[in-house]
Each structure stands twice: as structure tokens, then as C-alpha cells.
């Protein structure tokens, strides 16, 4: 297998949508045998329609416990998983309900804990975790979700020891435009990220594209493993 994808069994959560959408296209571009489960069926096979390739894929809710447990029982080893699904929305500390801020760690944080308990990965293979810039830069208005993208980056590093051969990486990207802000209003969206993009090195808020390309590095390279790489066009600088 080493650094190429071809006919690689690539599985990514969250895969309906932006970063994993991008991802599992990249990937099957790459010749791979691309399966992308996130919860809701429509945006499932919407999805697979845009990938080709022949991809599959399922609906699954990776913060049930059973079902997840169910999904890796009756699949065989993969040589690559991405952990790509989005927690809730995120609000200041006294502005989310602590009943949100339990199923914003459950989405995101525990999801990747319990795939990578629960999955078979191929010793040769791979595990990326997808954090986010706010685990290094906190925000008031986002406090939480910066914990536990600080967390995903310590569970990539303590899971690359666990899971070794297997290789565990996290990518941590900055402001991205995928359909997670999709509830807020158009203009709005371009002003904050026109504001945005004017204080990075690099002029503008990332795609997709751009976080997948970083994924399928740390896939395909043989050396990386315990890494977390910024994805943030200089977010983490700026
Ligand atoms: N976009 C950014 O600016 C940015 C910045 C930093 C970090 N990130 C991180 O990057 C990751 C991907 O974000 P994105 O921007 O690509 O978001 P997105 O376009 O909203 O995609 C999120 C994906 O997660 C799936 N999902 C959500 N809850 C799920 C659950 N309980 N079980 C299974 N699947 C679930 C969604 O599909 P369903 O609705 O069908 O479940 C969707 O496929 C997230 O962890 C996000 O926090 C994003």
C-alpha cells in the first residue's frame, strides 16, 4: 500500500459534507474504495453522487454507542480513517446550554475516541482526526470548541503510541468555508470572512480542497504519525 491509494479501503465519518466531502473525493480520485457515513441518509447519498468512483456509504450516528459499535462489527479492516464530523453549534460560556456543550464533545471528541477504539485499521494504514486553530488560539464566543480541539490534538499524539504501527495525525484547520456556517446569513458570512481573510498571511479563508490535500499527505506518508498539522492560512501566526 505504502503511499499510494490505490484500491486503499478509505472510511470517513462525516464524510457527507466539507472537509470529509472534499476528502473522500480526493480519495477516490486517488483510486481508493471510498465508503463516508454521517447521520442523515440524504446528505449521505447526495454526497455519493458527487465522489463517484464507485464510493459507498451509510447513515450512522457516531455519537450512539451501539450503532457505531455495529458498524465497525461489520466491516472488515480499513486502511484509512478520517474523522471529519462537526460538533453543534458553539456560543460563550454562559450562552450554551451545558446539555449542548455535552453533545458538542460527544459529536466531536468521543466520536474519534471511539472509532479509534473500535475500528480495525490495517497495521500499514492510517487515522487523521480533523481539530481546528481554536485549540492553540481560544475564543471567548467559541470556548469549548477550543477544548476539545485541544483534546482531539492530545488524543491524536496518545493514540499515534496506542495504535503504532498504525499512524495517528490530527489536521488543525483555521477558518474554513464549508456548509457549517450554513444557518448564517449570506452577507453576514462575507463580511466576517472578507474580515478574516484581511488578517492572514494568506489573504483569504481556506477550502475545503485545501484541508484535504493536507489529509491525504498524512494518509500517504509513511514517516508521519503524532503530528498535527495547521491547515489555517497563517491563523496560528497572524
Ligand atoms: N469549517 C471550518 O471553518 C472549520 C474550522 C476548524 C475546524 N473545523 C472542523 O472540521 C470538521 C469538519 O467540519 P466541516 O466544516 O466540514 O463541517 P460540515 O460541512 O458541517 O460537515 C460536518 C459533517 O459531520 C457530519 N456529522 C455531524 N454530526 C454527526 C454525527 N453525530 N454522526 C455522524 N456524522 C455527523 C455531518 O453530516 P450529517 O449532518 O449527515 O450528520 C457532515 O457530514 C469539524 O470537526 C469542524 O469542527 C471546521
Not at 495525525?169 to 456556517?181: A, E, H, L, Q
Amino acid at each position: 500500500m505504502g503511499r499510494s491509494l490505490q484500491n486503499a479501503r478509505v472510511l470517513v465519518l462525516g464524510g457527507s459534507s466539507g472537509i470529509g466531502l472534499a476528502t473522500a473525493k480526493a480519495a477516490a480520485s486517488a483510486g481508493a474504495k471510498t465508503t463516508i457515513a454521517s447521520r442523515s441518509k440524504e446528505k449521505v447519498d447526495a454526497a455519493l453522487k458527487e465522489i463517484g468512483g464507485g464510493a459507498t456509504g451509510e447513515a450512522l450516528d457516531t455519537t450512539n454507542d451501539a450503532a457505531v459499535e455495529a458498524f465497525f462489527a461489520r466491516h472488515p479492516e480499513w486502511d484509512h480513517i478520517v474523522v471529519s464530523v462537526a460538533a453543534g453549534r458553539s456560543a460563550g460560556l454562559r450562552d450554551l446550554a451545558l446539555q449542548d456543550a455535552y453533545n458538542n464533545m460527544s459529536a466531536k471528541f468521543w466520536t474519534a475516541y471511539r472509532t479509534a477504539r473500535l475500528a480495525r485499521i490495517s497495521s500499514e494504514g492510517s487515522l487523521t482526526l480533523v481539530s481546528g486553530f481554536l485549540s492553540q488560539r481560544p475564543n471567548k464566543d467559541a470556548l469549548l470548541q477550543g477544548c476539545i480541539n485541544a483534546a482531539l490534538e492530545s488524543l491524536g499524539r496518545g493514540l499515534a503510541l496506542a495504535l503504532a504501527p498504525v499512524r495517528v495525525n490530527t489536521v488543525s484547520p483555521g477558518i474554513i468555508d464549508t456548509p457549517i456556517r450554513a444557518s448564517m446569513p449570506a452577507d453576514q458570512k462575507k463580511k466576517m470572512f472578507e474580515s478574516v481573510a484581511s488578517t492572514l498571511p494568506a489573504r483569504r479563508v481556506g477550502q475545503p480542497e485545501d484541508v484535504a490535500d493536507a489529509i491525504l499527505m498524512l494518509m500517504t506518508n509513511p514517516f508521519t504519525t503524532g503530528s498535527t498539522l495547521f491547515v489555517d492560512g497563517g491563523g496560528m501566526i497572524s
